[in-house]
């Protein structure tokens, strides 16, 4: 489905951020950056061609250059409208001639490329044939941090789009759980995402009892039952920017050792939220979640990273993991999830999503993080 980017943003946004692009691309030794299809290509231009197509698209960016976006010639019309048109040179080509001469003119013959993570390879390969004495190096290790800080406006959008997850959750903890399946409760959050306005719904967890120690189960057939934990984790896309929340909640009354685990993890998570704050190095979120659980025994049961960024996909830079060394900066966005599985038993875990602020974090969630009882 070809499509835009939402509005606030306007051509001049998309302009500073491919010359932005540009800029670190040179800084890091690159003689340029090439963008397929995908979030990349959104973030930069405002385009999203179809996602069926196996024709070649590229946006080209060099330092000192305007940007070029090549195109097939049946799918340049949809180009010219995007919102970051006036931006960018568009070179269209047509089928029967060969797409990859056509875009080395474009480059340094024996230059270093970064590309974007989910480009084909078949077009890859074929910028190879053509230009034989170039290399190239995937965009999230040579520039994992392009689109990691967001400004005021994309700010906004992260708020809204946690703010629909929180009321998502709202609604879910009123349904029935008890003798339903997984997947009727799958089926219900992803219906209440969408209705409190997101486009794309990513995944929709529902882990029930033992099915809650494998972090990413999502949904299954078994039946929920009274005396189970349940694991719910949810998100999509709102207006082209991500939400990603974990609620865990118990059906009926809990044991001892169930609130006891819960409280513990939502102590390790509100220990990760409190390490926030600009200039701390990413590991250091993970750390401070890590050692409270770690701290209780429980350690090997928490097997997963704190966190992930998120933006314009729900998955992305900067992680909060052991041996990431990247400082925090404001306006970066990511998950603080801290989770304990114990095999064959029961899981929890617990997620909002943080922005970086000048002296410290806020969370864009707000649901409570106490154990909630569902009939």
């Known amino acids: 489905m070809t499509g835009t980017a939402p509005a606030p943003f306007t051509a001049d946004d998309y302009r500073a ?3 932005r692009a540009a800029r670190e691309a040179a800084d890091a030794g690159l003689a340029g950056l090439l963008v397929a299809p995908g979030p990349d290509l959104v973030w930069l231009t405002g385009y999203a061609p179809t996602a069926a197509t196996e024709r ?4 080209v960016l060099t330092a000192g250059r305007d940007p070029v976006l090549v195109v097939p010639a049946l799918e340049a019309p949809d180009a010219a409208k995007a919102v970051g048109a006036p931006s960018f040179t568009l070179r269209d080509w047509t ?10 003119g474009l480059l340094d013959p024996g230059g270093r490329f970064g590309v ?4 084909w390879a078949m077009h890859l390969l074929g910028l190879q044939r053509a230009l034989p004495a170039s290399s190239y190096a995937a965009l999230t290790d040579a520039l994992p941090m392009l689109r990691a800080v967001k400004d005021a406006a994309e700010l906004e959008l992260m708020a809204a789009a946690g703010a629909a997850a929180d009321a998502t959750f709202e609604e879910i903890r009123k349904v029935p759980f008890a003798g339903r399946r997984e997947t009727e409760v799958g089926a219900d959050l992803a219906g209440l995402l969408r209705r409190f306005g997101h486009s794309q719904v990513d995944f929709t967890i529902v882990a029930s009892g033992p099915n809650g120690a494998n972090p990413h189960h999502e949904v299954g057939d078994r039946v929920i039952e009274r005396g189970d934990m349940v694991v719910l984790d949810f998100g999509g896309l709102k207006d082209g920017y991500g939400s990603d929340t974990s609620r865990t909640v118990h059906v009926g009354e809990p044991t001892d050792e169930e609130r006891r685990v819960h409280d513990l993890v939502r102590a390790a998570q509100e220990a990760g939220f409190r390490a926030v704050r600009p200039g701390v190095a990413c590991q250091e979120v993970d750390r401070a979640a890590r050692a409270v659980i770690a701290d209780a025994g429980y350690g090997a049961y928490f097997i997963h990273r704190t966190g992930h ?5 729900t998955h992305e830079p900067p992680y909060m993991i052991e041996g990431e060394e990247q400082p925090l900066v404001p306006g970066m966005c990511f998950s603080v999830e801290p989770g304990v599985y114990l095999p064959g038993r ?19 969630n707000d649901t409570t993080r106490e154990l909630v009882i569902v009939d």
Do not use: Q
Request: glycine fraction near 14%.
């Open 346 to 364: 029961f899981g929890v875990r617990i997620e909002d999503i943080v922005t970086v602020t000048e002296d410290g974090g806020r969370r864009l």
């Open 56 to 59: 070649l698209t590229l946006l």
């Open 17 to 19: 951020r491919m010359a």
């Open 95 to 104: 089928d029967g001639t060969d797409p990859y001469v056509a875009t080395a």
């Open 116 to 119: 974007s993570d989910n480009a």
């Open 309 to 313: 960024g998120i933006g314009v996909t």
